[in-house]
């Protein structure tokens, strides 16, 4: 017995590929034309619904992927915010891969599995983010997933946003401290054996390192005004914050809850203890509890199971005798094309390769190019930014457009 999943080796492998791309390709070698080199594109066919922007992700993977392949990259870069269009309604290519079409046919599955997942969960980190303001998030996701890429998860939500991340691992990887609470088990345990739940706060206090904030559950058998304040008075200066984790039978007005907590601590001296929510937040309920005195959101569902940006991938040029032919699909645009955009407007531009350089439709300012190479025949030319420094890069962008 062993876990399903597919190891690094068999991702790298090809072998999660979609069959049809090892029936053509075996048809392309017999026929001598495996070695054809073509220039593919990736752009977004669908952001999810309501969606206005996305943030591109997955880049870091997809290079791993690629590594040692004869092809050539050309990318955004890592946490990227992106629109699936420039101003004309021209798709935008994020990606696009040249080299011998036997070199990457049989990665396209996972090339495309790997941006669309790491983009759906750094996007829906970057709009829960936005809700929540200055406030901070922390995912939670790891338990709403597949346990081999709660890692992964939690590396896309802490770029696309997250204050933090729960899992162990998943923080590993950022090479940041997992932050948490605690657990409804202990209160059970505890007011099972000593018949006082409150124990198990003491007990955390007493035996915890001293470095985590003490953030106690204040909902599990009393109201939560009533818990919170049993908690300020039993901690002291030592109570970081409480969590309410209210289950969906009784809350009623959530809002209306943390607001009369946050008050009848404050009435009782108690200023600066930190409301820590969790359940079922998305970056629609987040701003209502925030406005209420929520100070920190715990999200996990709705970053873990993010709907998916999806990305395909089109041959729009092909190298016969030696000359690129511009050649596509029906609805797709043929020839290699750049990407040049505007960080004022964050407007984007997409021309034909040999096109003079575009302004900025909307300011008029010099465009940047963005489609850059980012691996050369198999090796990497472009770094892939620490994940603090693509999170600030992401939090900087998302000030410039609206979230609905
Ligand atoms: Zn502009």
Request: hydrophobic share 45%.
């Amino acid at each position: 017995m062993t876990f399903i999943y597919a190891t690094a080796d068999e991702i790298k492998g090809g072998k999660t590929t979609d069959v049809y791309f090892l029936r053509t390709l075996e048809t392309l070698k017999k026929e001598g034309l495996g070695g054809v080199e073509v220039y593919a594109e990736v752009t977004v066919s669908a952001l999810p619904k309501g969606y206005k922007w996305a943030v591109y992700a997955g880049l870091r993977e997809v290079l791993h992927l690629l590594e040692g392949k004869k092809v050539n990259v050309f990318s955004l870069h890592e946490g990227t915010l992106i629109k699936p269009s420039d101003y004309r309604g021209i798709r935008v290519p994020v990606m696009a891969l040249e080299g011998p079409y036997e070199e990457f046919a049989l990665h396209e599955t996972a090339l495309l599995g790997f941006l669309a997942s790491a983009s759906g969960v750094a996007t829906k980190a970057a709009r829960v983010k936005k809700a929540a303001g200055r406030k901070m998030v922390l995912s939670f996701g790891a338990r709403r997933t597949h346990p081999a890429i709660a890692p992964f998860v939690d590396y896309y939500a802490f770029i696309g946003g997250c204050e933090s991340v729960s899992c162990v691992k998943g923080a590993e990887l950022l090479g940041i401290k997992p932050s948490g609470t605690m657990p409804h088990s202990l209160m059970i345990i505890f007011k099972a054996v000593k018949g006082d739940h409150t124990e198990a706060w003491i007990a955390f206090d007493r035996h915890v390192d001293p470095e985590v904030p003490r953030i106690v559950l204040a909902d599990t058998f009393s109201d939560e005004v009533e818990e919170s304040l049993n908690a300020a008075t039993r901690l002291g200066s030592r109570l970081w914050g409480v969590r309410l984790d209210t289950p969906g039978s009784r809350r009623g007005d959530m809002a209306a809850i943390v607001r009369e907590v946050k008050w009848k601590l404050k009435a009782a001296g108690f200023k600066n203890i930190k409301i820590v929510v969790s359940g079922g937040l998305d970056e629609h309920n987040i701003p209502e509890l925030a406005e209420a005195g929520a100070d920190v959101f715990g999200v996990g569902s709705a970053i873990a199971n993010a709907a998916f940006v999806d990305y395909a991938l089109d041959i729009t040029a092909v190298k016969v005798n030696g000359s690129w032919i511009p050649i596509a699909k029906r609805g797709k645009l043929s020839g290699r094309k750049l990407v040049h955009r505007c960080w004022s407007c964050m407007a984007d531009v997409v021309t034909l390769e040999h096109e003079p350089l575009p302004q900025c439709p909307n300011c008029g300012k010099q465009m940047e190019e963005i489609l850059v190479k980012v691996m050369e025949w198999g090796h990497m030319t472009a770094e892939i930014e620490q994940p603090q420094y693509l999170r600030e890069k992401i939090l900087r962008q998302i000030d410039k457009v609206d979230l609905l």
